[in-house]
Structure formats: C-alpha cells, structure tokens
C-alpha cells in the first residue's frame, strides 16, 4: 500500500529565504507526482506536476524534483515571500487507485 | 467563473439525517472525485466517475452515494450521518482518457460538514 510522508510537519521561515519542502513515497510504481497549496479554509490549487518520465518542473520561483527510485521528491521555493505561506501537499498517482496525499507542509513566511 | 463549485458551502446537521453536496464543474473534463479531509488534514479519496461510470471506492460506508446525472456533476449523498462524518469534502475533476493518466486535478473549494 502507497504511504506518502511529508518533512517537515511546519516551517517558518523570513521573508527573502530560498526552502526545501520534502514529500516521500513508499512504492516507487507511480505515474506521476503533483504538488498542492491549500490556503487556510480553501480548497488545493495545483502547483506542479511531474510525470514518472521527468526529473524535475519549474514554475516561476517553484521548482519540484522527482527520484522515483529513491521514492521521494522535493519542493524548491526560492526568495520566498509572506504570499506563500500556506499548506503545501504532495500527491502520487498509482494506477486504479488515483492519488495518495500527504499530510503537508505548513509553512509561515515572516515578513 | 468558477471552475468547480460546490453548493453548500458549510452544512450543519443532526445524527441520522441525510444531506447532499452539489458539485459541478464547466471545465469539460471527464472525471470527477470526492475528497473527505478530516480534522487532522488528511486528503483521502472517496469516488471518482469517469462517463457516469463509478472507477474507484476506497472503502467507503455504503451510507455515501456518489451520483452523477452528467459529465459536469458528480453529487454527493450521505445517510444516516454520524458524528465522524464531520470534515471538509472537496469535489475535484480532471480530463483523463484511456491513457492519460496524468492530468492535473482542479478542485473545488471544499464543503464543511458539521455533524452534531
């Protein structure tokens, strides 16, 4: 059965600072893998997707890797600003059984 | 314009009483889910629908009844609740296929249920 963890539980960190948020993955049999924001008291937004094929994707100041053999992936945010705090959740995609989610990374950027 | 919505926003009720969530979504995709994300924040799947056609249960009480009357809705109905039924249901969907199997989900913004 896919387990997916999330180190660490809760970050805070000051405004300007570059992060890793890590998400790792029991099975290494995945299609791909997603990472999620949720703000407090809304629903998830969809940051970036990595397919099983790729190493890693960039979007703006976020850059996610994936190393499906060692099971885990990381979450770049670079000069991170107060706007990004929220809770930020990895998912992994196994065939018939959809998405398996972490429990998050709950992050606090200090202005 | 809201890409998948969810009617009621919050919803508070006794034991025993049947509910429903509406979702619905004008993305044109093909699937759709049901998320519950209880109190400790963990986002467990519960359905997802593909063409009116249930693909995925994961253990769900047969007390939860997915219905979907087309593509763009996938409702949820809940009998006889019960206190742990308390949580966050999010409606999601995707365009999916035969063979894409990687297509980002789009979720809604999330239903909170009070069961009391």
């Known amino acids: 059965k896919q387990e997916v963890t999330q180190i660490p539980a809760a970050l805070s960190v000051p405004e300007g600072e570059n992060l890793v948020l890590n998400c790792s993955f029991t099975d290494s049999a995945i299609y791909n893998l997603q990472w999620f924001r949720q703000d407090p008291g809304k629903g998830l937004t969809s940051l970036l997707l990595i397919q099983s094929s790729q190493r890693e994707q960039t979007s703006g100041r976020l850059n996610a890797s994936l190393d499906k053999s060692s099971g885990r992936s990381t979450l770049y945010i670079a000069a991170s600003q107060p706007g990004d705090s929220a809770t930020y959740l990895c998912a992994v995609r196994i065939y018939g059984q959809n998405f398996v989610f972490g429990p998050g990374t709950r992050l606090s950027v200090l202005p | 314009d809201t890409a998948v919505s969810q009617t009621p926003k919050y919803l508070v009720t006794q034991m025993g009483n049947d509910k429903s969530i509406k979702c619905e979504q004008n993305l044109g995709h093909d699937t759709m889910y049901w998320y519950k994300q209880d109190s400790k924040k963990f986002l467990k799947i519960m359905f997802s629908y593909n063409n009116k056609e249930l693909i995925i249960n994961e253990t769900v009480p047969n007390r939860f009844s997915p219905k979907s009357p087309d593509k763009a809705h996938l409702n949820l109905h809940i009998n006889s609740l019960e206190l742990g039924d308390s949580a966050v249901y999010f409606c999601?969907?995707?365009?999916?296929?035969?063979?894409?199997?990687?297509?980002?989900?789009?979720f809604g913004p999330g239903t909170r249920l009070l069961v009391l």
């Open positions: 999601a969907s995707s365009l999916e296929g035969d063979t894409k199997l990687w297509e980002t989900q789009y």
